[in-house]
């Protein structure tokens, strides 16, 4: 069973999207990597750990046990292996806002516009 909450659908009062229609801007890359997800609910900030499925400049696509919230702002840390880098690993700190969530069996897919990010110092 899949159930879809997204911000813009008639839903939350913005318009409707043609069916069909690509609406990315920037290349999606298929890429597994560990994801560790900060947010602040109700009783402070809270850390999850979740998977990445896909990764674009401007957003990802990552499966968490967590739900989220549309709207919700949320801080999350990739790290590019060096198999990806040709170097060391990479560390990159993103903020975005989540503005899809699936409900799968077990776990949720959650879509996130990556609004501002920053790459971490290496580890000495």
Do not use: K, W
Not at 9 to 30: K, P, Q, V, W, Y
């Amino acid at each position: 069973m899949l159930v879809c909450a997204r911000l813009g659908d008639t839903l939350f009062g913005g318009g409707r999207m043609a069916a069909g229609i690509e609406r990315r801007a920037s290349r999606r890359f298929t890429m597994t990597l560990p994801l560790t997800v900060r947010s602040t609910g109700p009783n402070g900030v809270v850390e999850r750990r979740g998977q990445t499925r896909d990764i674009s400049f401007r957003g990802l696509y990552f499966l968490s046990d967590t739900y989220y919230d549309v709207g919700s702002e949320i801080e999350f840390v990739l790290t590019l292996p060096r198999e990806i880098t040709q170097a060391g690993d990479v560390h990159i700190r993103c903020f975005g806002q989540v503005v899809r969530v699936d409900v799968l069996t077990g776990h949720h897919g959650v879509a996130a516009r990556i609004e501002r990010y920053e790459f971490l110092p290496a580890a000495a």
